[in-house]
């Protein structure tokens, strides 16, 4: 058996739920998890991700350190000197900790877990592809090579097939505010099974209302005047009525 990181999320009705990490010596990244018990049924294995990275991403949606185990290929928690691991023996995460001064952000990390039902797939697939295309056209070309963002390609691939998938990832300042738009578009259209997370370092989870994240839109360089336009047309913001326009498109009533 392999040594993992064991993490661990509670539920505000009291359950909790069981997130495991280890590397591989090929490069790639094997994540377990599922509710609190002696066994993680979930397994996942992919590779361009760092384990320091993808475990900032879960202690960014709560998720806390329990601490080293061994899993089996069966799944099977083993804590060292044990033989066996149930709930009860788990051990409880401090309860009070010290605090720790919230680290610069540095970036934003992100997550889907895509479990929906077919026909939903596709249609989000669809929307994926056409987001990236309206983003293409509003970017015009202009982006540079350390602007471009991998999650473009991941989108593209997960979807093309409607499989069900996880993802996740980092947008740093230097990708620029576009990805971070395409995120919240897809958060807030709200496909059932979709379930999409955008935190920062400080594990501050992040709304689809862009007027109440001025931190984060002072983190791309930007503020929500400059990006107006491109929000309206993404829709995550109403247009602006112009009142001179649309009165001189009326007939004089006057008399």
């Given at each position: 058996?392999?040594?993992?990181?064991?993490?661990?999320?509670?539920?505000?009705?009291?359950?909790?739920k069981?997130w495991?990490?280890?590397?591989n010596?090929d490069g790639?990244i094997?994540?377990?998890?599922?509710?609190?018990?002696d066994?993680?049924?979930?397994?996942?294995?992919?590779?361009?991700?760092?384990?320091?990275?993808?475990?900032?991403?879960?202690?960014?949606?709560?998720y806390?350190?329990?601490?080293e185990?061994?899993?089996d290929?069966?799944?099977?928690?083993?804590?060292?000197g044990k033989?066996?691991?149930?709930?009860?023996?788990?051990?409880?995460p401090d309860?009070?900790?010290?605090?720790?001064?919230?680290?610069?952000?540095e970036?934003?990390?992100?997550?889907i877990?895509?479990?929906?039902?077919?026909?939903?797939?596709?249609?989000?697939?669809?929307?994926v592809?056409?987001?990236i295309?309206?983003?293409?056209n509003?970017?015009?070309?202009?982006?540079?090579?350390?602007?471009?963002?991998?999650?473009?390609?991941?989108?593209?691939?997960?979807?093309?097939n409607?499989?069900?998938?996880?993802?996740?990832?980092?947008i740093?300042?230097?990708?620029?505010?576009?990805?971070?738009?395409f995120?919240l578009?897809?958060?807030?259209k709200?496909?059932?099974?979709?379930?999409?997370?955008i935190?920062?370092?400080?594990a501050?989870d992040l709304s689809?209302?862009?007027?109440v994240?001025?931190?984060?839109l002072?983190f791309?360089g930007?503020?929500?005047?400059?990006?107006?336009e491109?929000?309206?047309?993404l829709?995550?913001?109403?247009?602006r009525?112009?009142?001179?326009?649309?009165?001189?498109?009326?007939d004089?009533?006057?008399f």
């Open positions: 058996m392999a040594a993992w990181n064991l993490y661990r999320h509670r539920n505000r009705d009291g359950s909790s069981d495991a990490v280890r590397s010596s790639s094997t994540t377990r998890w599922g509710k609190t018990a066994r993680l049924p979930g397994v996942s294995n992919r590779y361009g991700l760092k384990q320091f990275d993808i475990e900032r991403q879960k202690q960014a949606k709560g806390v350190l329990v601490g185990v061994d899993i290929v069966n799944g099977n928690v083993v804590f060292p033989t066996s691991a149930t709930p009860s023996q788990l051990p409880e309860s009070n900790p010290e605090p720790m001064p919230a680290p610069p952000v970036a934003l990390y992100w997550t877990d895509c479990h929906a039902k077919q026909s939903i797939r596709v249609e989000f697939g669809i929307e592809r056409r987001l295309g309206v983003i293409q509003l970017s015009n070309g202009h982006t540079t090579p350390e602007q471009e963002w991998n999650g473009w390609q991941q989108f593209i691939d997960a979807t093309l409607a499989e069900t998938f996880e993802l996740s990832g980092q740093k300042s230097v990708h620029g505010v576009l990805p971070w738009l995120l578009v897809l958060k807030a709200g496909f059932k099974g979709v379930d999409i997370d935190a920062t370092e400080t501050r689809v209302d862009l007027k994240e001025q931190d984060v002072a791309f930007t503020d929500l005047d400059s990006i107006r491109t929000a309206e047309v829709g995550l913001l109403k247009p009525l112009n009142l001179a326009e649309a009165m001189s498109n009326t004089d009533c006057w």
